[in-house]
């Protein structure tokens, strides 16, 4: 469903400047201020997760990904809101999609990136257009350091079947796997965003999956 267009949105996002990325980074150190962890969330939605996860690790510096900018403009607000009023500044966020992002984001500067309910294109045209297709999981590999991790979650199974099949190919490390997260050893601490909530408040069984990047013989 396509989101209604917000009311001044420009004008809202513009006043959530301070939160916004819209140059490449030089670093993220210059970015936030301090040397600590960054995790990437692609395709932050309204940025519950993101906010939730900045509140729960207030030692760990966040970059929200969004190309939906009136979608993005939720998250903005919220974020700014939720920031201000705890005193912490762990949170930016991008209005772009993951093709862009080795245009914005410094090369092996990431420590953990996040697919949360990515789109799950079932077509099989659209191959290529699954966020953890082969092609998208050689970006994230110029974007991870060495050693970092992907964190999947998705209610599709036809995806995260595809996923894990992407990962094994691509010499990923699996550091966990779940087909009912909700249920499983992995569900404390788990944090949720506004899909999940809705799938889980359905009955519906989360997949989840933790993967590392390691080099390739080749490297």
Not at 20 to 44: D, K, M, Q, W, Y
Request: aromatic share 10%; with cysteine.
């Amino acid at each position: 469903m396509r989101m209604r267009k917000k009311k001044n949105g420009e004008k809202r996002i513009a006043a959530c400047a301070a939160y916004l990325v819209s140059e490449p980074i030089t670093s993220f150190a210059e970015l936030f201020g301090n040397e600590r962890e960054v995790h990437v969330e692609i395709g932050c939605g309204k940025g519950n997760f993101v906010c939730g996860m900045a509140e729960k690790d207030p030692e760990v510096n966040f970059l929200a990904v969004e190309k939906v900018s009136d979608v993005c403009c939720i998250a903005l607000e919220k974020a700014k809101a939720a920031l201000e009023a705890s005193g912490t500044d762990n949170v930016r966020f991008y209005i772009g999609d993951a093709n862009s992002l080795c245009d914005i984001i410094p090369p092996h500067s990431v420590d953990c990136i996040y697919l949360n309910f990515s789109d799950p294109w079932p077509k099989k045209g659209h191959t290529k257009r699954r966020l953890t297709y082969r092609g998208f999981l050689e970006i994230y590999r110029k974007l991870l350091k060495e050693g970092g991790v992907l964190k999947l979650k998705t209610d599709n199974v036809g995806l995260f079947d595809f996923s894990l099949e992407e990962f094994e190919a691509e010499g990923l490390e699996f550091l966990m796997q779940t087909r009912d997260l909700h249920h499983s050893e992995y569900a404390e601490g788990n944090v949720m965003t506004e899909y999940e909530k809705n799938f889980s408040d359905k009955g519906m069984n989360i997949c989840s999956a933790h993967v590392r990047f390691i080099k390739k013989e080749n490297e």
